[in-house]
Structure formats: C-alpha cells, structure tokens
C-alpha cells in the first residue's frame, strides 16, 4: 500500500516547521510601545465600558482593579431585567464616594436584549478620548491602561489590544477541586501571541481584537456609520448578536486604522467565520503582505485541513502500523517541553485526566470549527438573547442623577420605583421641570421601521429620556 498517509503527515509536519520559522522571525522583531515621558493621553482621558447582566462573583474584584487604574469613568451597561441587581451589587460594594462618582449605569428598555445594543450604548455614552472596552469578569494590572495608552501617539492606531491571562481563584488551586474545564480554559490562552506579534511586525495587521480588553479612539466608534453597521450586521437575514470583536476589527481594517497589537505575553484571538468571498472582499488589506495573505488563506483553510490531517493519521496507522507509533511517539516528543512548562507554572493541574485535558484543548480547533459551521445561525449563548434580535426596537437611557435619586418620570417609564442606591455622587441634583422626550439613539431609529404593523404611539414606549 502506497504511504499517502505517511506522506500528508511528513508535508504537514514540513509546513509547520516552516510557519514556526517565519511566525519566530518576526516575533523576534516585536518591540511594545515605549511608554513616553509627555504623552497625548492619560488615564484620565479613558471611558472604562463594561457589558454585564447579572456581575458574577469576581466582579467587584474586577471593577476595583478598574478604579485602581485610575480612569475618568466607568460605564456599565446592563439590561432591563438585571438593572436592580446592579444597582445592589455596587451598594454592596467598599468604595469611596469618589469611587461612586466615576461609575455610571445605563440599560436597555424592558424586553430588549442583545450584547450589541449593550455595546453600542456604551459607546455613546463614554465621554474621554480613549475608551477601554472590558468584559465583566477581566482583572486588570495596577498599570494596564498606563501601558496600553502609548499606542495612541502614533495618529494611525485606532485601537489597541493587551496580553490576555488566567486568573485562578485561590480556592480552587487544588488538583481535587480544579476541573479539567479549567485546565482546557487555562491551557488555551498559555503560551504567548506567537502569530498574533509576528504579523502585527510583517504588516501592522491584528487578526481580532479580542473582546476581553481593548482600547480605542472613542469617535470612530460614535460614528453614525459605524453604530447603523454594527447593530444591523446580518447573517442569513438574522441580526448577529455575538462576533462583535470581530466585527471591530474588521470595521478598523476597513477605514485604514492600525488595530495595535501591546503584548508580549499570553494572550489568544476571538473570530466569527462568515462567507470566504465575503472575508476576501471586505478585507482587501489582506493582500498587501504575503505573510498576512497566507496566513488568511490558512485560517480559511483551518477546518479541512484539520480534517485531512486526521485522516492521514487514521490511514497511516492502519497501513503502517509501526512507523505511525514511531512518528506519534516523535510528536510527543517534541511537544512534552510545551507541557512541561505549562504544569509547572500550574502545577496544581498536574492530574491524568487534566493532562488529557490540556491536549484535547490544542487539538479542539478541529471539532469548534466544525461545530462553528454547522451553528452559525446560533448565537444565543452570547450575553443576552440573540433569538429576540429581531424585536429590539430601541432604548431607554437611565439618567446618571436617577441613582441617586428616583424622579417621577422614569419610574413611570420602567412600572415601579428603582432602587434608591448611592453609585454616583452623595448630592441629589435638582430634577428638570419636566421630563423631555428626545429621539431615540440614530442607530436604534431603523429598528422602529422592523414591525410594519407598529403604529406611532407604540413608538412612544422607546423614547430616549433623560431627566
């Protein structure tokens, strides 16, 4: 029997040695932004925004980190059916009045859902320079922002993104307590950029921003343009509730902004499969570097080779039994230090089944991609609903002065009294004579028009109102 098997083997095992290369010459060339002794940007200058629904157990942790980095505000932006736990986690909270003050808490109108929306508001509502988009559940160094903002004194970047690491609660630092889930989780984002750093020196190209933390220029993304785009994405007539990292950088590629890239450590990439042709002609920067256009021809590419490549060992192993263990043994040979370093720097993960773990965590990419495909009309496990998209019809805005003290019209507006809770200053402003109906967000006004059958009072329940 001819050795096909054998031979896709070698030719894979030869195109890896020669991506490692090439990702290795240019990684090697990556230096981060220097910080500089007078720069265009301080941390003050920074609109800290956050998505959340329910704040999970670590996120008061999180958000004292964000205090810590010392930013002009925060702003949350959660949903109509978790606006009062919000409220009374930051009650609960150990900050100062100070600290109160910075943060500031919005929210969706009553049966709206969808993380996109949550973003959009955000970004209308930040007010520095810079904004740093960050999930609810992210820790940040006591210097994150200090280190991120020097990307922004070249004019050319329009955002940036940071090193991405695994924070383990210290309770769960126990190999009978820690899950192979974990392990996975872990062992995914351990490791460095690699090829992130390398194409980021070959053409000041980011693949995807990843969602966990990134800065940005906050008008770009208060345009009209980029809002309308951003909430209306559609895959198969369906509004996309999830992809939104993806979104970004792409939306950055195609308006000529260099999407930084700060790390020299670990951290991983986010992406959205859409259509090849789609991909190709919307991105058509991809072309300017050979490196950069093999490497999106790769990740096209991912999931049948992945597919050839286990073919190849199942036909080799059962042809040539002997030098299929041979090659198998070589190949565990070459990645045990890649291990090894790993479970030294978590040794407490150090069980057979987390070991087990660990390797099906690098070999994934095969079945995601595939379930990937199969899914992409899916997208409901992202934060909110992404099955109720198509009946957002728009937003109301919780006025900052409402945390403190509840008015008359917007407790009309959302059916009952908000939680009376200090999260902004200890004063109490004097409320407006009366409330005054505004127009909705412009990128929520296309959104009334969905429902033909929708007449102009109903439109009424979604007005922006501000006391």
């Not at 049948?304 to 030098?323: D, F, I, N, S, T």
Request: include cysteine; aromatic fraction near 12%.
């Amino acid at each position: 029997m001819p050795p096909a098997g054998l031979a896709v083997l070698a030719l894979m095992r030869a195109k890896g040695y020669i991506e490692s290369t090439i990702s290795n010459h240019y990684s090697s060339q990556y230096k981060p932004y220097p910080i500089v002794d007078n720069p265009k940007y301080t941390t003050k200058d920074v609109s800290v925004v956050s998505v959340l629904l329910n704040p999970p157990q670590i996120f008061q942790k999180c958000l004292r980190t964000w205090l810590d980095n010392d930013p002009k505000e925060i702003v949350l932006v959660t949903i109509f059916d978790c606006y009062q736990k919000v409220l009374g986690a930051l009650q609960s909270y150990d900050f100062t009045s100070d600290e109160r003050a910075m943060i500031k808490v919005y929210h969706l109108e009553e049966g709206i859902y969808g993380q996109r929306l949550q973003h959009a508001l955000g970004f209308e509502m930040a007010t520095g320079d810079i904004m740093a988009v960050v999930d609810d559940q992210i820790l940040w160094s006591p210097s994150t922002l200090e280190h991120m903002l020097p990307c922004f004194e070249d004019a050319n970047v329009g955002a940036a993104g940071g090193p991405l690491g695994v924070y383990i609660l210290p309770e769960r630092r126990n190999p009978d307590v820690i899950t192979p889930w974990e392990v996975a989780g872990t062992k995914f984002l351990f490791g460095g950029r690699g090829g992130g750093t390398a194409y980021f020196v070959a053409d000041k190209w980011t693949w995807c921003l990843a969602g966990c933390t990134w800065l940005a220029r906050t008008h770009i993304f208060q345009d009209t343009e980029f809002l309308n785009s951003f909430t209306w994405e559609q895959w198969s007539g369906k509004l996309l509730n999830s992809g939104g990292d993806n979104f970004i950088t792409r939306y950055l590629h195609q308006h000529n902004w260099i999407a930084a890239v700060q790390s020299d450590e670990a951290a991983t990439e986010r992406n959205t499969l859409q259509s090849y042709w789609k991909f190709l002609r919307q991105v058509p920067q991809t072309f300017r570097h050979p490196y950069v256009l093999y490497g999106t021809c790769n990740r096209l590419l991912r999931v049948p080779l992945l597919v050839v490549h286990l073919a190849a060992w199942v036909h080799a192993g059962y042809h040539h039994p002997k030098l299929t263990l041979a090659y198998l043994a070589y190949n565990i040979w070459k990645q045990h230090s890649g291990y090894k370093k790993f479970f030294a720097a978590y040794p407490y993960m150090l069980t057979p089944g987390n070991i087990l773990a660990a390797i099906a965590c690098d070999y994934s990419p095969l079945f995601i991609g595939i379930w990937g495909l199969c899914t992409l009309s899916t997208d409901n496990w992202v934060h909110g609903d992404g099955n109720t998209a198509k009946k957002q019809p728009g937003v109301v805005i919780q006025s900052p002065q409402d945390l403190v003290k509840p008015v008359t019209g917007m407790d009309q507006a959302h059916g009952g009294n908000l939680v009376d809770t200090a999260t902004q200053t200890e004063s109490t402003p004097e409320p407006d004579e009366a409330d005054e109906e505004k127009p909705l967000p412009f990128y929520f006004k296309p959104l009334l028009s969905m429902d033909s059958s929708s007449d102009s009072s109903e439109n009424e329940d979604y007005k922006h109102k501000e006391s």
